[in-house]
T-cell receptor, first 117, second 111 residues
């Protein structure tokens, strides 16, 4: 059974704090992703990684950084948390695949509800 | 600029009837389309997908239709069940990595 776990379900942090969100997958997937979900905006991609130590910016990378030191672990870092980063954060992983009809759907973790006060 | 659009934020359907969720896209480079279902307090789960070279894919009660000329896809659920009540996200992919999601449609199936 595939599994993506996130370190916390709920997190409350103060403005200016450095925040680490951890994600671990046990499926030996090459790709890992961080999204945030906000009402009326759907899922927006923050960063993704297709290999260890590799990272690519998504659609909304500002204010975030990531780290992938091991294949199974992908961390999202908020260098200085702000109130507009209050959101649901979702981690996902998928196999690495080429285009042309490959499925390789993403498997999601349960999410971390982060509140920045 | 939203490349994947779900214009109906919510939909209510009677149990046993058909649910039709719609999705429009603007990027003609998308080569794969997916639907995800999300229950409250859980991460999205993959439901069904379709390649751009096909126009229909069926899996049990779920069928996805793709109309490339109209840049439109739809998800049909027949018959609808109360357990189908969830938020449904349409998603599309260019290449092999990055997926673009719509904002979701909340489906309520009324017993």
């Amino acid at each position: 059974d595939v599994k993506v776990t996130q370190s916390s379900r709920y997190l409350v942090k103060r403005t200016g704090e450095k925040v680490f969100l951890e994600c671990v997958q046990d499926m030996d997937h090459e790709n890992m992703f961080w999204y945030r979900q906000d009402p009326g905006l759907g899922l927006r991609l923050i960063y993704f990684s297709y290999d260890v130590k590799m990272k690519e910016k998504g659609d909304i990378p500002e204010g975030y950084s990531v780290s992938r030191e091991k294949k199974e672990r992908f961390s999202l870092i908020l260098e200085s948390a702000s109130t507009n980063q209050t959101s649901m954060y979702l981690c996902a992983s998928s196999l690495f695949g080429t285009s042309g009809g490959s499925n390789y759907e993403q498997y999601f973790g349960p999410g971390t509800r982060l509140t920045v006060t | 600029d939203q490349q994947v659009k779900q214009n109906s934020p919510s939909l209510s359907v009677q149990e046993g009837r058909i649910s039709i969720l719609n999705c429009d896209y603007t990027n003609s480079m998308f080569d794969y389309f997916l639907w995800y279902k999300k229950y409250p307090a859980e991460g999205p789960t993959f439901l069904i997908s379709i390649s751009s070279i096909k126009d229909k894919n069926e899996d049990g009660r779920f069928t996805v239709f793709l109309n490339k000329s109209a840049k439109h896809l739809s998800l049909h659920i027949v018959p609808s069940q109360p357990g189908d009540s969830a938020v449904y996200f349409c998603a599309a992919r260019v290449g092999y990595q990055k997926v673009t999601f719509g904002i979701g449609t909340k489906l309520q199936v009324i017993p």
